[in-house]
T-cell receptor, first 115, second 112 residues
Framework: AQSVTQLGSHVSVSEGALVLLRCNYS??????LFWYVQYPNQGLQLLLKYTTGATLVKGINGFEAEFKKSETSFHLTKPSAHMSDAAEYFC?????????????FGSGTRLQVQP | DTGVSQNPRHKITKRGQNVTFRCDPI?????LYWYRQTLGQGPEFLTY????????KSRLLSDRFSAERPKGSFSTLEIQRTEQGDSAMYLC??????????FGQGTRLTVV
């Protein structure tokens, strides 16, 4: 079974400050890892994904994440927060070895950006 | 292609009524998923189709829930005899093998 833990249900940063959203996963098989963003009353938008290869993954809107197998982590970062980054962020994991690719999500982190 | 489309966006129904939601995936995507999301939680997997075959159903999908994808294109999710606990956002997603899933905007169900 897979699971995802997102530390901190709410994170608040100042505009221009570093954004760090934490994600740890549990998986008995090699994982695919994803970060999604959700704006109010909207669906989820894929920010970035790790499948294989380079462990530092760059995504849209200046976000990046690093897969650290030894720490079972996939933290999301952005060097400088913008007001438009305020949203809910979800980390998700799926199973590399099976075909279905259904995602297991964390409970989310709400990012607030203060002016 | 404009992405995954879900209809309706909002549905209010009385307890005990049946409801049906529709999802139109990205046209070349053979995989289709349904998820349910309640307030303050991440989406929870309900069911998965590859083409027209329903390959997996979650334990969350009670007997009152049924999903179809008759021609491997659009999908419907029906909830019979709705209960207040069914109130949630129902999300549809589609993908190709080994890509991230692309989500629709969801259907928000309110059971009164």
């Amino acid at each position: 079974a897979q699971s995802v833990t997102q530390l901190g249900s709410h994170v608040s940063v100042s505009e221009g400050a570093l954004v760090l959203l934490r994600c740890n996963y549990s998986s008995s098989v090699p994982p695919y890892l994803f970060w999604y963003v959700q704006y109010p009353n909207q669906g989820l938008q894929l920010l970035l994904k790790y499948t294989t290869g380079a462990t530092l993954v760059k995504g849209i809107n200046g976000f990046e994440a690093e897969f650290k197998k030894s720490e079972t982590s996939f933290h999301l970062t952005k060097p400088s927060a913008h007001m438009s980054d305020a949203a809910e962020y979800f980390c998700a994991v799926s199973d590399q070895d099976t075909g279905r690719r259904a995602l297991t999500f964390g409970s989310g982190t709400r990012l607030q950006v203060q002016p | 292609d404009t992405g995954v489309s879900q209809n309706p966006r909002h549905k209010i129904t009385k307890r005990g009524q049946n409801v049906t939601f529709r999802c139109d995936p990205i046209s070349e995507h053979n995989r289709l998923y349904w998820y349910r999301q309640t307030l303050g939680q991440g989406p929870e997997f309900l069911t998965y189709f590859q083409n027209e075959a329903q390959l997996e159903k979650s334990r969350l999908l009670s007997d009152r829930f049924s999903a179809e994808r008759p021609k491997g294109s659009f999908s419907t999710l029906e909830i019979q005899r709705t209960e207040q606990g069914d109130s949630a956002m129902y999300l549809c997603a589609s993908s190709l093998a080994s890509t991230g899933a692309f989500f629709g905007q969801g259907t928000r169900l309110t059971v009164v």
